[in-house]
């Protein structure tokens, strides 16, 4: 392997595709590699050639520039000036683990909040749907609004807009007042998530990318269920002359509101996401644009096609296993919950961390140039799960009680435990500039048709034939998944191919400047 200590011939970086013209090493932008395991300079004379000539070997040259060529495998990217990122992730976490928890109290605290207001159950219905509007609707906005301003300020923003909102559902007594307010936190949801996830696959250690990611949606997904417990205990009781619901959420706004004045005004960020993008990309002007691009990647389409699936079975398992278990079984709801949210917060912290451990013990195997070649390796875990998960959830609905909450284990094991690695393949999809704006697309279509349609579409069947026959129809939903998740697995492994035909695949294992040699 030839080593070159000063290499100052201009020359040409090449890396998904696009070429970045340089005078020498110190040119070439700070951030570039860090979310590349190596790339590749060609020389003067080579970056000339024709293309149709034939490629000439590349060889590992050492630059003795550490600080600009290369990032240890286990220490994160400091973008957020003297703040530490894991302090960062921790931030993040927590107003995930928050946010969530507000949601699950939520559900176990409408029969409360209607009694309290005097609300319909159709007007609690439409509390919720603008709720979900406002998420699924401004998400790609505020996605959008990160490639163009501070990403951190519109997360700082988003966790304001949603504390302003909880605290005034805290003390709303109409149903309007309601409505509005429950839209502003959805909004505010919106602005977190949209741009959070990516900035944590940013920031992460290159070889625990797949367990930061896990980490945060196994905060989001136990904090669900701990708030379901949580709020159906305090649901009648009264503090300080509030009812227990009022002062839960005004409580939660209090404990975020620390952490709310450190995101907006205190943490120092890059100016946008193009900023961190490796590769030179040109301004995108509009979100039109953006959109375009995005729902242009086929890869990207089918992807968030086999996770809505997925979501659909979820979304009906969440809420109608309580109601099913008291139907089938005879178990109190109290009872019902309980069981449920226990098994909920195991599953959905041990099984969604260890697809992200399983994730990134596969990547350690490898070292692909580009983030879109380990969709391979993702995917190479999500569709078995998948797989695996069919019988399970299938069957369950049949099984007697023991049965069923051993089979119903299982299947959110094997659901959850796809989560990490399928969210970081919708993202590697596309280049770093446009993440956030792919997260929010992707939380829109899995909401939409996933987890928000598959209540009403299980209701409606299992009104026209049994509780049993309508939740086993609608979990033939994953069936379609499984066939999303295998178009996507073809279309992966050939990309992966197309890069090791056209040399473009390096695979030496550390960070690295290549040069032609002759």
Same mark, same amino acid.
Request: proline share 4%; charged share 15%.
């Given at each position: 392997?030839?080593?070159?200590? @000063? *290499? ?28 590349? %395991? ?27 520039? /550490? ?34 928890? @507000? ?71 109409? #149903?309007?007042? *309601?409505?509005?307010?429950?839209? #502003? ?15 944590? @696959? +940013?920031? %992460? /250690? ?41 002062? $839960? ?6 404990? !975020? ?10 943490? /120092?960020?890059?100016?946008?996401? &193009?900023? +961190?993008?490796?590769?030179?990309? /040109? ?17 990207? $389409? ?7 699936? %997925? ?28 069981? *449920?949210?226990? =098994? ?17 013990? =596969? ?30 959830? !299938? ?6 009680? &023991? ?5 119903? *284990?299982?299947?959110?094991?094997? $659901? ?23 997260? %929010? ?24 034939? &049994? ?35 056209? @040399? ?9 400047? $290549?040069?032609?040699?002759?």
């Amino acid at each position: 392997m030839n080593l070159v200590e @000063d *290499f100052q011939t201009p020359g040409r970086v090449r890396n998904l595709g696009v070429d970045l013209d340089i005078e020498s090493p110190e040119s070439i932008p700070s951030t570039f590699v860090p979310q590349r %395991a190596n790339f590749v300079i060609f020389s003067g004379h080579a970056a000339e050639e024709d293309s149709n000539s034939p490629r000439r070997r590349y060889e590992s040259v050492d630059t003795r520039s /550490p600080s600009l060529f290369r990032r240890k495998d286990n220490e994160p990217w400091a973008i957020f000036g003297s703040w530490n990122p894991v302090l960062i992730f921790v931030i993040f976490c927590f107003v995930e683990f928050v946010f969530n928890f @507000d949601g699950g109290c939520w559900a176990a605290l409408l029969e409360s909040i209607e009694i309290a207001v005097g609300l319909n159950n159709i007007e609690v219905g439409f509390t919720q749907m603008a709720y979900l509007f406002g998420f699924a609707f401004f998400s790609p906005v505020f996605g959008y609004l990160s490639t163009r301003t501070y990403p951190i300020k519109v997360i700082g923003f988003g966790i304001c807009l949603w504390s302003v909102g909880t605290m005034c559902v805290s003390a709303s007594n109409s #149903f309007f007042s *309601f409505v509005l307010f429950r839209t #502003f936190a959805g909004i505010g949801n919106a602005a977190f998530k949209s741009t959070a996830l990516t900035l944590i @696959d +940013l920031i %992460a /250690p290159p070889r625990r990318r797949g367990l930061w990611v896990a980490v945060f949606y196994s905060v989001s997904t136990s904090a669900t269920a701990i708030g379901n417990i949580i709020g159906g205990q305090v649901a009648d009781w009264s503090f300080i002359n509030m009812y227990g619901w009022r002062f $839960l959420f005004a409580m939660e706004v209090i404990v !975020l509101f620390p952490i709310c004045l450190t995101v907006s005004f205190f943490i /120092p960020g890059p100016r946008n996401l &193009t900023e +961190l993008d490796p590769i030179s990309v /040109p301004e995108v002007s509009s979100l039109y644009t953006n959109v375009k691009t995005i729902l242009g990647n086929y890869l990207f $389409l089918i992807l968030v096609a086999g996770y809505s699936c %997925a979501v659909f079975v979820r979304g009906q398992i969440n809420f109608f296993v309580i109601a099913f278990l008291k139907h089938r079984f005879g178990i109190k709801e109290s009872t019902g919950g309980l069981y *449920f949210g226990v =098994l909920t917060i195991i599953s959905g912290f041990f099984a969604v961390n260890l697809g992200g451990i399983a994730l990134d013990r =596969l990547k350690a195997k490898i070292n692909y140039a580009e983030d879109s070649l380990y969709i391979h390796t993702a995917l190479s875990i999500c569709l078995p799960l998948t797989t695996l998960a069919i019988p399970f959830v !299938l069957t369950m609905y049949w099984m007697q009680q &023991t049965l069923f909450l051993i089979f119903l *284990f299982i299947a959110q094991n094997l $659901l959850y435990a796809q989560i990490g690695p399928m969210f970081s393949s919708i993202m590697w999809c596309v280049p770093v500039s446009l993440r956030s704006l792919a997260n %929010a697309i992707n939380m829109f279509f899995i909401h939409s048709l996933g987890d928000a349609i598959s209540p009403v579409i299980a209701g409606a069947l299992m009104e026209a034939t &049994t509780w049993t026959m309508g939740l086993f129809l609608c979990s033939l939903s994953l069936v379609f998944s499984c066939f999303f998740l295998w178009l996507s697995f073809k279309e992966s492994k050939r990309l992966v191919q197309d890069f090791i035909g056209d @040399d473009e695949l390096d695979i030496l294992g550390s960070y690295g400047v $290549l040069q032609s040699t002759h």
